[in-house]
């Protein structure tokens, strides 16, 4: 198959799942936000995004970590893969229980005393359950794209996005807060039935045997990959809950906290098409990676960049000159979240050229350096800068502080391949855009 042809169905059946499941998950914030009001609506966006937040959180790396190392190993030692698949699994699996576990039990400490919302409490232990099953969907998520499984993807995603959908919103307008949470839990369950079926059937068809091992067999990708993966959510939850926290602590923080959520969905939305571009462009990169085959590693990479890059000004125009009329559609009390909006679609653009160039770092192995240079200097400038701004400008201040944030990540990725240039010994795809060599085509 051609590279234009691998490209264009990855991205476009990538693209078919995340419409179903990001689709439903702004349409779900428009019901809620006009159904239940704005600061319900802020109530459930933090139960969101700290449910979310740590569900990431418990797959340890894993997901990201397994999608890498089944594209490099699929089609060139399938034992290495089985092994990795298994190996992965049992390590998420454990820290999963043990985040699940904390979580019910820090519910009350977490909502009352950090959150100053003690009726909170039995939303977050329901979001314990949710955690579970969503950290073993994105596992499973993982492992299809490291397979190039975009079809089984797409189907996973459209029934899950509906299914989101329907139940959430039912239980929401029969049960207002705790019925979208129960809602939650329930679409997370199929999430992960639906997905961990498709897992299993795509490694029968490609002949990948799961090799259940101690995750210490693969210590080498963990101490490389994954750890320093992990580090950086690990690093990521508490700056950016902190940050939220901070604002919703504010004078009418949910209500702040509700325009903040409705401007972010809006800059979700026009980084929608370059993060499902750049997941397929990295499958591609580790794969041509793993066949040694330098000249269509610089071809992905360069297309990688150009595609995002188009994609995503043109989303973020779009975005800024009909946002005012988007924000309508919350409800009449969202238009105060335009000026939050241009902050937030200003982090957009430079988060595009960030997710378009990082995946070369990440694909030559250099989870360290990412983290010290890029996550490490990011997360501190969201939480300083949020500090500062928030009492001064309430939601727009924490937008502020995320376009900081953005920026500081930009120019700390551009530090990390400057000296990972110069640090060295074989060329990679970045150094033969400046100095090509010779390199003879394989496959």
Not at 40 to 54: P, Q
Not at 160 to 165: F, I, K, P
Not at 357 to 377: E, F, I, K, Y
Request: glycine share 10%; proline share 3%; net charge positive.
């Amino acid at each position: 198959m051609s590279l234009a042809r691998r490209f264009t169905r990855g991205i476009s059946l990538s693209l078919v799942a995340a419409v179903f499941n990001q689709g439903s998950t702004f349409a779900l914030n428009l019901v809620i936000s006009n159904l239940l009001g704005k600061k319900i609506f802020g109530e459930f966006s933090m139960v969101l995004s700290t449910i979310l937040s740590i569900s990431v959180l418990t797959q340890v790396g894993a997901g990201y970590t397994v999608s890498k190392y089944l594209a490099e190993f699929r089609n060139h030692d399938r034992e290495r893969a089985g092994r990795l698949i298994g190996a992965f699994f049992l390590f998420t699996l454990g820290f999963n229980c043990l985040a699940c576990l904390a979580l019910f039990f820090g519910a009350a400490p977490l909502a009352g005393t950090w959150l100053k919302a003690p009726q909170l409490c039995g939303e977050f232990q329901i979001g314990s359950a949710i955690v579970f099953f969503l950290s073993l969907a994105g596992f499973a998520t993982g492992a299809l794209t490291g397979l190039e499984a975009f079809p089984r993807i797409a189907r996973a995603g459209v029934f899950n996005g509906l299914c989101y959908l329907i139940l959430c919103t039912s239980l929401s307008y029969w049960a207002g807060l705790r019925g979208a949470v129960w809602g939650l839990l329930l679409s997370a369950i199929l999430q992960f039935l639906s997905l961990g079926a498709a897992m299993l059937g795509e490694l029968r068809v490609q002949q990948i045997v799961v090799r259940w091992v101690s995750p210490l067999q693969e210590s080498q990708a963990l101490r490389n990959f994954a750890l320093p993966a992990t580090s950086a959510g690990y690093l990521t939850l508490p700056f950016t809950w902190g940050s939220n926290a901070l604002l919703v602590n504010s004078l009418g923080g949910y209500e702040q906290m509700g325009l903040y959520t409705a401007a972010n969905n809006l800059r979700t939305l026009a980084l929608f098409i370059p993060n499902n571009i750049v997941g397929v462009g990295t499958t591609m990169l580790n794969d041509a990676k793993g066949a040694n085959n330098r000249s269509l590693y610089r071809k992905i990479f360069i297309t990688n960049v150009l595609v995002v890059c188009a994609a995503a000004f043109a989303t973020t125009l779009f975005l800024l000159l009909f946002g005012l009329k988007i924000l309508a559609v919350y409800g009449k009390d969202f238009s105060g979240a335009y000026p939050v909006l241009t902050f937030l679609l200003c982090a957009a653009i430079t988060d595009s050229l960030y997710i378009a160039c990082s995946p070369d770092l990440h694909a030559q192995g250099r989870m360290w350096l990412s983290l010290g240079s890029v996550a490490l200097p990011r997360d501190i400038s969201l939480f300083l800068l949020a500090g500062h701004f928030i009492p001064l400008y309430g939601a727009q201040g924490l937008a502020m502080a995320a376009c900081g944030s953005s920026i500081t990540a930009l120019l700390g990725l551009g530090l990390a391949i400057l000296w990972s240039q110069k640090n060295r010994s074989n060329p990679t795809p970045q150094d033969l855009l400046i100095n090509p060599l010779p390199v003879a085509d394989q496959g």
